[in-house]
């Protein structure tokens, strides 16, 4: 073999070593309708989502599936979730609201380095209070997560910002604005204990904003919470909030930047 044929074989070898490579894939796009959610159970774990922690309603108050709710530059992904937050949506007697879904795989997402895809969006309509603390896409530990909206403790009695968090300490934000998709990656180290955040907004490829912080990375690989818990505030009573999703997976690897995933 000619050398510089034998340098073009490495090269491609290399690259689809460190090409990145979906482990598990919560794009949605195997539901005929967000009933499929109902047949996972402890009894019969199937799907890609553990779906439990919910209201007491039918998964129709909670989460819904369609096109129209995808980022719409997202080619790859068929449809998207709109998670609500209503008047019964609280778990297990908690007096937090919350709508969130597990990932349920056997792949090692909490090991080595890997990248947790999402994409979230809001409206004007049924918008999320700008006055209480919601909790989005966290790990049991939250020691990285987004949150939206006025943080207790914190002066003031509203913030209209979308906040990446480690450890509770605010790494990066935008106000949310509606109609206006925001494409998130977590890079999780969890052998240097490490997390960076990468951003983009639209159809827009996604870009570090925020290189790999110290963080206490802990998951046994059922922890990861896509969706909200909503803290209670005096004197600022529920309202219906719903919270739009596109575009989740996760990967080994080396990172996908184009929207949607490969």
């Not at 209070?129 to 006025?150: A, D, M, P």
């Not at 983009?200 to 904003?209: I, P």
């Amino acid at each position: 073999m000619k050398a510089s044929n034998l340098v073009a074989a490495v090269a491609a070898v290399t690259a689809s070593v460190v090409k990145g490579a979906v482990i598990w894939d919560g794009r949605f796009n195997d539901f005929k309708s967000n009933k499929d959610l109902t047949t996972w159970s402890w009894s019969n774990q199937v799907g890609p989502y553990q779906y439990y922690i919910h209201g007491s309603g039918a998964v129709d108050k909670y989460i819904n599936l369609s096109p129209d709710y995808k980022n719409p530059n997202d080619t790859v992904s068929k449809q998207g979730a709109r998670f609500t937050l209503d008047s019964t949506a609280f778990w297990n007697g908690q007096t937090m609201r919350r709508t969130e879904l597990i990932p349920q795989t056997k792949a090692a997402i909490n090991s080595g380095k890997v990248f947790y895809h999402f994409s979230i969006m809001r409206k004007d309509t049924n918008a999320p209070s700008v006055n209480r603390e919601h909790q989005i896409c966290f790990f049991e530990s939250h020691f990285t997560e987004l949150k939206y909206g006025w943080i207790s403790g914190e002066q003031g009695t509203s913030n209209p910002n979308l906040q990446w968090m480690t450890s509770q300490k605010s790494q990066w934000k935008t106000e949310w604005k509606p109609n206006v998709w925001h494409n998130v990656a977590y890079e999780i180290n969890f052998g240097s204990n490490t997390v960076g955040f990468w951003h983009s907004e639209g159809g827009d490829a996604l870009k570090q904003v925020v290189a790999p912080v110290s963080a206490s990375t802990s998951s046994n690989g059922a922890d990861w919470h896509l969706g909200v818990l909503e803290l209670p505030r005096s004197g600022y009573p529920d309202s219906n909030e719903d919270f739009y999703f596109s575009g989740v997976y996760i990967e080994t690897g080396s990172i996908t930047t184009a929207i949607g995933g490969p």
